[in-house]
C-alpha cells in the first residue's frame, strides 16, 4: 500500500533518530551515515541498493531472534539442506495443549478484616461497702467457612520446525510441560455439602490449533555454506517498477505480513491463554492462609524498546554502508537482545519450576514482539524509500499534481501533440445563425472549484449525402432535422484512488428576447434520435443539467469474463453490449424556433428578429391553446403581398383575430359560470328569505348600472350592519391579484384547459417518413451506432494496457433553473423535479409538433451534438501512478488520445499529429498503433 500516513510516518523517523543515536557509538566517530534524504545526493540505482540492503539486514536480524528461540548454527545448517538438497518446505509450529482434572474441595475460615467494638459496663462492690462502675471495651470479628476447589491444570507446548508437510519428521527448538494446582473460591459452606462435582473452569483436555509459518522464502534468502543473506531485486523484469514496486519486494513484504500475524498469533496465545485465561484464574478465598500463590509478573509489561534494531535506512555519501557495517549493528543487535532477556527472566521465575507462566515463555513472548518490531521498520523503511521518490518528483515540479491540473496539462499538450484541423476544442456552442446576435449557449462543463468546459475532438459532418435525423414526438409524428451535425469525441482522464469523483453539467443559457428548444436524448439507429428530455429556453433561462457517466467495462475486461461461458451465453453477453455501446451515444439537438417560425408562417428571412411581441405571442398560441399553424400562415392566404412588412403586419392581424377569439370564449365561459353562481345565489336567496343584496354565507355582490357583473367572496360572514356600510371599493379590494406570466408567455396562459397529449407518444416508434438505412449500406459518416463498436475493437487489439473504457453519459433526474419572473424583480433559482420535466416535456413537443407542421415540415435552423466518450482509468493518483506504477500517465493518454481522434476524424493515426517529429516519437512508443 501507498506510504502515506502521516503519523506512521513521524513514528518510524522517531525511532530511526533513536537508532542514529545509538549507530554513531557502533560507528568509527568521525563517519556520519545519514538517514536517506531526497535532498541528498544520490543516483536512482542506490535506491535499489537500500532496498536490498533493508531486506537482507531485516533477515540476518530474524535469524539472530530465531536463535533465541533455539535455531542454532547447527540446526539451521540442516534447515538449509531441507531447502537447497531436499527442495522441501519448512514450516515453523507451535504446538499447545492444556489439560484440567478436579482434585479436591476444602472448606477454610475467612477472617473478616473489619472489626467490630462493644463497650460494656461493669458494677462491683468492695467488702467495705464501697461501689463503682467501669467501661470495657470488646472487639470481635466475624470468621466465614468458605469452600475452595482444587484444581491440576497441566500446560503443554512446543516450538518446532518441519520439512515438507510431516511434522512428525522434525526439529524441536524448545518444549515445556508444566502442572499445577490452582484454587477457586467457590462462596460459603453451609450445613450440607453436596456429592455433586463442580463445574470446571477449563475444558478437560484442549488442544490448540497449530500456529504454523513457512519460512521456506527466508530461507531461501540465506546462502547454504556461507549462511549470508543473498536477496536482489532483479530489474530486469518487466514488472519491475519502482524499487518498492516489483516482485521481489512483493514478496518479501508478503513474508513480513505473514511473520507478523504468527507473532501476534503466539504473543495472543502466551498472554490470554496461558497467563490471563489459566494462571489469573488462581483466586483462593484465603490466600494469606494457604501460604502459596500461582499469579506471578505480567507478560503484558514486557517491552523490546531497549533492544537495538538495525534495519535503517542509512546511506552514507550516496551508497549504502558495507558488509561491516552491517556485522556491526547485528552485534549490537545480539548484545542488547541478550541483556534485555536476562532482564526479563530476573522477574520471571525458572522455568525448572511448577509455575505456568516462566522465563521460557516470557522469553518467548519478548523475541515475538522483537520479531513484528524488525518487521515493522523493514516495511515501513521501504516504503519510505518510495516516499522519497515522491518528494523528489513534487520537489522537482514545485507542487503535488493532482486530476485537475493533469487534466489542465494534457489540455495544453494537446495543442502541440495535434494539428490544427484536429486538436481538440472546448465544447461550447453559441445558438446562432450567421452574421446574428447569438440566441443563446450550450455547454458540457466540469464541476469544479471553477466551471470549465469539456474539451472533445470534433468533427463538423458533411452536409451532403447525409441522411436526415428524425426525432420521433409521439405515436404518429416524427420531426425531420436536416441542420447541421457535429461528432464529438470525449475523452475522460480517470483516477480510481483519487477520493472525489469528476461532475459534469449540460448548461444552456438564452438571451433575452431570445429563445431556443433544446432536446436531449441518445441515438438509436442510423438516423433516429431518441429524446428524453426536451424544454424549450427563452428570456435569460439558465438551465443546469447533471450528467451522469457510467464506465463499462473494458473490450478485454469482457472478453475475458465471457471466455468460460457456453455459446448461448456469450452471445446474450455480446447482444447486451451491443445494446449497451449503442446507447453510449449521447445525443443533444438545439432547434432555433424564430427561423422555423419564420419559414412555418411564410415570413421572409429575419422577419420576427425585432417582432419580440409577435414573437411570444405566437409561441403562446402554438404551446398553450395548440392553435393550427394554416390559422397563421401565409401560405393559405386568398392574396399575394407584395412587401415583406405587409407579410407581417397580415400575420400580426391573424394573430390578432385568434386572439380575440380566445378572449371572447373565455369571457363567454366566464359569463356563463356568473350566471350559473347567480342562479344558485337566487335559490339560495328565496329559500332563506333574505334581503336586498345579501346572498348566502359571506358572499356579496357589486352592482355595476344596475347589473350584478362581479362576485367576491368574503372570507367570513359579517354582520348585517357591516354589510350594509360595505362599499364597491372595499369589496374590489378583496379581490386578490391576477397571477404575473412568465416573460414569452401570454396573460392567458393561466386560463388555459389541461392540454390533452398522447400519454404514450415517448415510447411508440417513429412513423413511417423515417429514411431505414441498413447497416450494409449506411457508413460511419451515416450511422453514428457504428462508432462505438468500431472503438470497441480498436480498443481490445491495441489497448495492451486495458485502461481504455467506453462511458455511458445520461442526463440526471434533477435539473436547475434560473428565471425571471419578469423585468421588475431577480432572477430566482430553483430545481425541476421529473414531474416538472415531464410537463417541460410535453410543451416543448407540442411547439415542436406546431413548427414543423406535425411533422411534413422539415427543421433546418437546427444543430445536433452527438458525444462519444471513452474514459481512461488509473488505478491510482497522478502521483501515484507516475511514482508506485513508474509509468508516465502524459505517454498513455497520448496513446488513448489518438485512439480517439482517429476514430472521431476518420484519419490513421499519424495524419492527426502536428508534425513529422511527433509522429517519429510515438511510432517509437506504440508501433502498433501508428501502423494500424
Known amino acids: ?95 499447545a495443549e492444556d489439560t484440567c482434572s478436579y482434585l479436591k474441595e476444602n472448606i477454610v475460615s475467612v477472617r473478616s478484616n473489619v472489626e467490630h467494638e462493644v463497650e460494656t459496663t461493669v458494677q462491683r462492690t468492695s467488702f467495705l461497702g464501697l461501689g463503682g462502675e467501669r467501661t470495657e471495651t470488646i472487639s470481635t470479628k466475624v470468621v466465614t467457612k468458605v469452600k475452595e476447589h482444587h484444581w491440576k491444570v497441566g500446560v503443554q507446548h512446543r516450538l518446532l520446525i518441519y520439512k515438507g508437510s510431516d511434522p512428525e519428521n522434525c526439529i524441536e527448538l524448545q518444549a515445556r510441560n508444566v502442572s499445577t494446582v490452582i484454587i477457586i473460591a467457590a462462596g460459603q459452606a453451609t450445613g450440607a455439602s453436596p456429592s455433586q462435582k463442580p463445574r470446571s473452569p477449563l475444558a478437560e483436555r484442549t488442544s490448540h490449533r497449530p500456529i504454523e509459518l513457512n519460512l521456506t522464502w527466508m530461507l531461501q534468502r540465506i546462502s547454504p555454506k556461507e549462511q549470508q543473506c543473498q536477496f536482489y531485486i532483479d530489474r530486469t523484469k518487466h514488472s519491475c517498477k519502482t524499487p518498492r514496486r516489483n516482485e521481489n519486494v512483493d514478496e518479501a513484504v508478503q513474508f513480513e505480513h505473514e511473520l507478523q500475524l504468527w507473532t501476534q498469533r503466539v504473543s495472543t496465545y502466551y498472554l490470554t491463554r496461558v497467563q490471563n485465561g489459566i494462571q489469573n484464574r488462581h483466586k483462593p478465598a484465603s490466600p494469606t492462609e494457604d501460604g502459596t500463590s500461582n499469579k506471578g509478573p505480567d507478560l503484558g509489561s514486557i517491552t523490546d524498546e ?62 515475538c514482539k522483537h520479531l513484528s518490531t524488525i518487521v515493522q521498520q523493514t516495511v515501513e523503511g521501504l516504503d519510505y524509500v518510495e516516499n522519497m521518490l515522491e518528494k523528489q518528483l513534487v520537489q522537482a515540479i514545485g507542487k503535488e499534481v493532482d486530476g485537475k491540473e493533469f487534466e489542465e496539462y494534457i489540455r495544453y499538450h494537446h495543442k502541440k501533440l495535434f494539428g490544427d484541423k484536429y486538436a481538440p476544442i472546448p465544447f461550447t456552442y453559441a445558438v446562432r445563425r450567421p452574421d446574428h446576435y447569438p440566441d443563446g449557449m450550450l455547454s458540457i462543463e466540469n464541476v469544479d472549484s471553477q466551471i470549465d468546459p469539456v474539451y472533445t475532438w470534433v468533427r463538423k ?50 438571451r433575452q428576447f431570445s429563445s431556443f428548444l433544446l432536446i436531449i436524448g441518445n441515438i438509436m439507429g442510423p438516423n433516429q434520435l431518441n429524446p428524453k428530455n426536451a424544454i424549450i429556453l427563452q428570456n435569460k433561462d439558465e438551465l443546469l443539467i447533471p450528467l451522469i457517466t457510467n464506465v463499462l467495462p473494458s473490450a478485454k475486461d469482457f472478453k475475458d469474463a465471457i471466455a468460460s461461458l457456453s455459446p448461448e451465453q456469450q452471445d446474450f453477453a455480446n447482444s447486451f453490449r451491443s445494446m449497451q455501446l449503442e446507447s453510449s451515444i449521447f445525443g443533444v439537438c438545439v432547434i432555433q424556433l424564430k427561423p422555423q417560425l419564420e419559414r412555418l408562417l411564410g415570413l421572409p428571412d429575419d422577419a420576427l428578429t425585432k417582432e419580440i411581441q409577435l414573437t411570444q405571442d405566437l409561441m403562446s398560441l402554438f404551446v398553450d391553446y395548440q392553435i393550427p399553424s394554416d390559422l397563421l400562415s401565409l401560405q393559405h392566404a386568398s392574396t399575394t403581398l407584395p412587401t415583406d412588412a405587409e407579410k407581417v403586419a397580415l400575420v400580426k392581424e391573424y394573430v390578432k383575430a385568434v386572439t380575440d377569439v380566445i378572449a371572447a370564449e373565455k369571457k363567454k365561459q366566464l359569463d356563463e359560470e356568473t350566471m350559473k353562481a347567480d342562479m344558485r345565489t337566487e335559490m339560495m336567496h328565496k329559500q332563506t328569505g333574505g334581503h336586498g343584496d345579501g346572498v348566502g354565507q359571506g358572499e356579496i355582490y357589486i352592482r355595476s348600472e344596475g347589473k350584478k357583473v362581479r362576485r367576491v367572496r368574503k372570507l367570513m360572514a359579517a354582520p348585517r350592519m357591516v354589510q350594509s356600510d360595505f362599499t364597491p371599493e372595499m369589496a374590489m379590494s ?17 386560463d388555459l384547459m389541461d392540454v390533452q397529449v398522447g400519454a404514450d407518444a415517448e415510447q411508440k416508434t417513429p412513423s413511417s417518413n423515417l429514411t431505414n438505412l441498413s447497416q450494409g449500406e449506411a457508413g460511419v459518416a451515416n450511422d453514428f451506432t457504428l462508432i462505438p463498436r468500431i472503438l470497441d475493437q480498436k480498443l481490445e487489439v491495441l489497448d495492451k494496457d486495458n485502461a481504455l473504457h467506453s462511458t455511458v453519459i445520461k442526463a440526471g433526474d434533477l435539473w436547475t433553473r434560473k428565471r425571471q419572473q419578469n423585468l421588475l424583480v431577480s432572477p430566482e433559482t430553483y430545481s425541476l423535479t421529473s414531474s416538472d420535466l415531464d410537463s417541460e416535456k410535453t410543451k416543448a413537443f407540442d411547439l415542436l409538433d406546431a413548427i414543423s407542421r406535425s411533422g411534413t415540415l422539415p427543421i433546418d435552423c437546427s444543430e445536433l451534438h452527438v458525444v462519444i466518450a471513452v474514459s481512461h482509468c488509473f488505478e491510482n493518483t497522478v502521483m501515484g501512478t507516475v511514482v508506485q506504477d513508474n509509468i508516465n500517465p502524459i505517454l498513455k493518454v497520448e496513446k488513448s488520445s489518438m485512439l480517439l481522434a482517429s476514430t472521431v476524424h476518420a484519419e490513421l493515426p499519424n495524419k492527426v499529429l502536428a508534425n513529422e517529429k511527433e509522429i517519429a516519437r510515438l511510432k517509437g512508443a506504440f508501433p502498433e498503433l501508428m501502423d494500424a
Open 734 to 750: 378583496c379581490i386578490a391579484p391576477p397571477p404575473q406570466s412568465v416573460p414569452g408567455e401570454s396573460a392567458t396562459t393561466y
Open 461 to 510: 459532418m458533411p452536409d451532403t449525402g447525409r441522411t436526415s435525423m428524425f426525432v420521433p414526438i409521439n405515436a404518429a409524428t416524427s420531426v425531420e432535422l436536416r441542420g447541421g451535425c457535429f461528432l464529438h469525441g470525449w475523452l475522460q482522464h480517470r483516477f480510481e484512488s483519487s477520493p472525489v469523483e469528476p461532475l459534469f453539467q449540460l448548461a444552456a443559457r438564452a
Open 306 to 367: 531497549t533492544i537495538f534494531v538495525p534495519v535503517i535506512p542509512l546511506l552514507e555519501k550516496g551508497s549504502v554502508l558495507s558488509l561491516g557495517d552491517v556485522a556491526a549493528f547485528l552485534g549490537e543487535q545480539n548484545r542488547s537482545l541478550q541483556a534485555s532477556i536476562a532482564d526479563t527472566s530476573k522477574s520471571f521465575p525458572p522455568s525448572q519450576l511448577m509455575r505456568l507462566v516462566s522465563n521460557l515463555e516470557a522469553t518467548t513472548y519478548l523475541l
Open 1 to 95: 500500500m501507498r506510504y502515506t500516513n502521516t503519523f506512521i510516518e513521524t513514528q518510524f523517523l522517531i525511532s530511526v533518530d533513536k537508532a542514529l543515536a545509538r549507530v554513531k557509538t557502533i560507528l568509527d566517530t568521525t563517519r556520519h551515515p545519514q538517514l536517506a534524504h531526497e535532498d541528498e545526493d544520490h543516483k536512482y540505482d542506490d535506491k535499489y541498493a537500500l532496498a536490498e540492503f533493508l531486506v537482507n539486514t531485516s533477515i540476518a536480524a530474524k535469524l539472530n531472534a530465531l536463535e533465541r528461540l533455539g535455531l542454532d548454527g547447527e540446526k539451521l545448517q540442516q534447515v538449509l539442506s531441507w531447502v537447497y538438497d531436499d527442495k522441501q518446505s519448512v514450516t515453523l509450529r507451535l504446538e
